[in-house]
């Protein structure tokens, strides 16, 4: 199971011999899903070269806290923020010093100061020095501190001593940063998501569209994300900014939007069709924009409009087919046209809206929604669109599992 799916680690490596496992960990980090950003003190280059681990990180290692070019790329507090866990692995008898009492001397210990995300150590060092009552004074502290403390483990030392310092290996350490994370609702799940309009050229300058803001397709793509999935998110065009950890597909066209579902379904496991797609498409699109005749106040024109394809529909025809999840916008008979569609598009699952009330209507921050399945019906009372999207990706989650029980592997 990806348990670290979309997590981000950032990982510490002090100036030990054990230095060289770090890139193993890595590889086993990255394949939880993990999104690793390593941070080496000097001690640590003298043991593996920075540029082993940003090949296999697949991101710059950060090396120094003075240094301005690689502080205008990601400075030290903007990486302390962006960890959701920091692992020093391994951790040296001095970095254990430095933790404990607070110094920031350099870019890792400056970190470890700086976060407000869990940290851990893996100690790392000579049994005489573990054993040391300094060292064991400072772990102490580190531990009052909520500092985890992975290892170490008994055995034969790289100096040749026997006893406690070896650092814990690479498969021990990556399922200990996994349980720092209790499982969440999607952990390791893929969803893809469409929101927002579709816009339906006419000519180079002209469009048919509608209202859609794609306020609720974001909040759904963040709160799957919360709740520990991988997020691909489709969008016609509209003015939101793109949520952290999603990546976003812009489309205009019902086509494009078409192509780019089907382009990314490729291991989904739930999709949910939340965009207002365009029912129809000019047949043709003009090659030059169209011209009024001045001269002619009565003068009409005539677009001859044809179907779209129904991407949601698309989807759950798919002999392979995700989780699949609709929309329905409706201004009359809500809940019959709702569960019509549910059944004519085979959908696992569908939300109602009524989009006749300008309160909870396409532009509207907030929504009341109701979620209908087969057998199945949930009212969800008035609220803004970021709390309904927490309530509606907790509902379709609960059916998934339900229908495909819990765990990826
Ligand atoms: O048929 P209707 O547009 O009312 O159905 C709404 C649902 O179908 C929504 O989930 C919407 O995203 C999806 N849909 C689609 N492709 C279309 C039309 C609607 O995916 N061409």
Request: glycine share 8%; charged share 25%; hydrophobic share 40%.
């Amino acid at each position: 199971m990806q348990r670290l799916n979309n997590k981000r680690v950032l990982l510490g490596v002090s100036g030990g011999i054990a230095a060289y496992k770090s890139a193993e960990l890595i590889r086993l980090l990255s394949k939880q899903g993990a999104d690793v950003r390593v941070v080496m003190t000097k001690g640590a280059c003298e043991f593996i070269t920075p540029l082993t681990l940003q090949a296999l990180s697949g991101n710059p290692v950060h090396l120094d806290l003075l240094d301005a070019k690689a502080e205008a790329g990601m400075g030290h507090i903007e990486l302390a923020r962006w960890a959701d866990v920091i692992l020093v692995a391994p951790a040296t008898a001095n970095i254990i010093a430095q933790m404990a009492n607070g110094q920031a001397g350099d870019l890792l210990t400056t970190l470890c100061l700086a976060t407000s995300a869990p940290t851990c150590i893996a100690p790392a060092m000579n049994q005489g020095m573990y054993l040391d009552e300094a060292t064991q004074t400072n772990i102490e502290l580190l531990r009052e501190k909520d500092v985890r403390v992975f290892g170490p483990a008994d055995g034969t030392q790289a100096c040749g001593d026997v006893g406690p310092g070896r650092m814990l290996e690479p498969e021990q350490l990556a399922e200990h940063v996994a349980d720092v994370f209790s499982r969440e609702l999607l952990t390791g799940r893929k969803v893809l998501i469409t929101g927002g309009p579709t816009q339906e050229a006419i000519d180079p300058v002209r469009y048919i569209s509608n209202h859609s803001s794609g306020k609720m397709a974001f909040a759904l793509a963040t709160a799957a994300v919360e709740a520990g999935a991988s997020v691909t998110l489709v969008s016609g065009p509209v003015n939101l900014p793109t949520p952290d950890r999603i990546n976003r597909v812009d489309i205009l066209s019902a086509r494009e939007m078409h192509q780019a579902v089907h382009d990314n379904m490729k291991g989904t496991d739930i999709f949910i069709g939340c965009a207002a797609v365009c029912d129809y498409r000019p047949a043709e699109i003009m090659k030059d924009k169209i011209k009024k005749n001045p001269d002619d106040p009565s003068e009409t024109l005539e677009i001859k409009l044809v179907k779209n394809p129904d991407i949601v529909s698309s989807v759950a025809d798919l002999k392979e087919r995700p989780f699949v999840v609709g929309f329905a916008a409706e201004t009359q008979n809500v809940l019959g046209y709702a569960a019509d569609k549910l059944r004519r598009k085979k959908l696992d699952l569908i939300v109602a809206n009524d989009v006749s009330d300008d309160e909870i209507g396409f532009s509207s921050d907030n929504n009341e929604i109701t979620v209908l399945g087969d057998d199945f019906e949930e009212p969800m009372s008035r609220a803004s669109k970021t709390v309904l999207a927490r309530k509606i990706v907790k509902v379709v989650a609960q059916r998934f599992e339900s229908e495909n029980g819990t765990g990826k592997e």
